[in-house]
């Protein structure tokens, strides 16, 4: 039995995806080279969630998915009919019988939030002894995302979804991010308790807010995420808008740690790339998988490198195209 001090992750990952316009799952496509899940599962294990305690909710795609999992430690639970969120939390009651710590819900494709964000909102569900807690953002354009509603003596009140709300409760800018916090030992007791009366016939996880406010349980909404990092990327359009953030993150990371980048607008640089103190990257460059840059190196403009390692004071290009070998066949759509 885990401890009350234990936390697991469950990543909700069943979605078709419709926008995509793909043959593949959603969560399997590539952002700079990694599937979004990835990014999700990463940043859950920044934040202190190893991957053995993850549990990724899968429906379509599901072996391409399970594919992609296999050997990571993560474990699989099925969705086998898309009856929203509420239900896909439920499907991975097996792999959680016995558990009673804490369980972070967050959707597979949300690859843009940051582990101290994460770190922060589990610390606040901790500290405030809270049975569920949302992590909730400020959006300038609010649109299509459930309200948080608060009341003059600062309680929280409960999400109103769009749908459902007034022109007043339009207005309001806090909104729901779609992750929580809940005690194990409840989340399913509660879920038990969700409806599918509305208009889609689906169990929504939203309802487990005001199910847990009528029950008299401690319910908190914390504003620790930013508009940026609450992006949902449910078509290739919020794909392409995802990648300019992470890029423009990478660029920032590697320029602080003493590289420089020129015209870094125009250099593409993947996540697990590492780049030395002292280095040299020219404009229109592309840095792919696991490449190498040591320190002190030189890579001129318009190069390509994929899983290439480059020795520390070497130069490199212009248009040069280097490629490494690297086996490693989970690949991303």
Not at 140 to 160: A, C, F, H, S, V
Not at 235 to 249: K, N, V
């Amino acid at each position: 039995m885990a401890g009350d001090n234990d936390i697991r992750a469950v990543i909700l990952a069943a979605g078709k995806g419709t926008r995509m316009k793909s043959k593949h799952p959603k969560v399997m496509h590539c952002l700079l080279g990694i599937p979004l899940l990835e990014h999700v599962t990463r940043t859950l294990e920044a934040a202190g969630i190893p991957r053995n305690h993850h549990v990724v909710v899968v429906g379509h795609g599901k072996a391409e998915v399970e594919r992609y999992l296999s050997g990571t430690g993560v474990q699989v639970a099925y969705q086998q009919e898309q009856l929203g969120t509420g239900h896909a939390v439920s499907s991975a009651r097996e792999h959680l019988q016995d558990f009673c710590g804490d369980l972070l819900i967050i959707c597979g494709d949300t690859p843009l939030f940051k582990s101290d964000t994460l770190r922060a909102f589990i610390n606040a569900h901790k500290r405030h002894a809270c049975d569920i807690s949302i992590l909730s953002a400020d959006f300038k354009d609010p649109t299509g995302y459930g309200r948080i509603i608060w009341d003059k003596g600062k309680e929280l009140k409960g999400i109103i979804e769009e749908k459902d709300a007034d022109e007043k409760i339009r207005s309001i800018r806090e909104v729901n991010t779609g992750t929580y916090l809940v005690k194990g030992h409840k989340v399913f007791d509660i879920l038990s308790k969700v409806g599918c009366g509305n208009a889609q016939g689906e169990y929504y996880l939203t309802d487990i807010v005001h199910l847990g406010l009528s029950d008299g349980l401690h319910v908190e909404a914390f504003k620790f995420a930013d508009e940026e990092e609450a992006l949902g990327v449910n078509s290739r359009m919020q794909l392409a808008a995802a990648e300019e953030i992470l890029l423009d993150r990478i660029r920032r990371s590697h320029m602080s740690a003493g590289v420089t980048l020129s015209l870094p607008g125009t250099i593409y640089i993947e996540p697990d790339v590492i780049i030395g103190p002292d280095s040299f990257i020219g404009a229109n460059t592309v840095l792919r998988g696991q490449t190498v840059i040591g320190e002190g190196a030189k890579i001129y403009p318009f190069s390509y490198l994929e899983n290439y390692t480059c020795p520390a004071g070497a130069r490199v290009g212009p248009f040069e195209h280097l490629v490494g070998c690297l086996e490693d066949d989970r690949v991303c759509a």
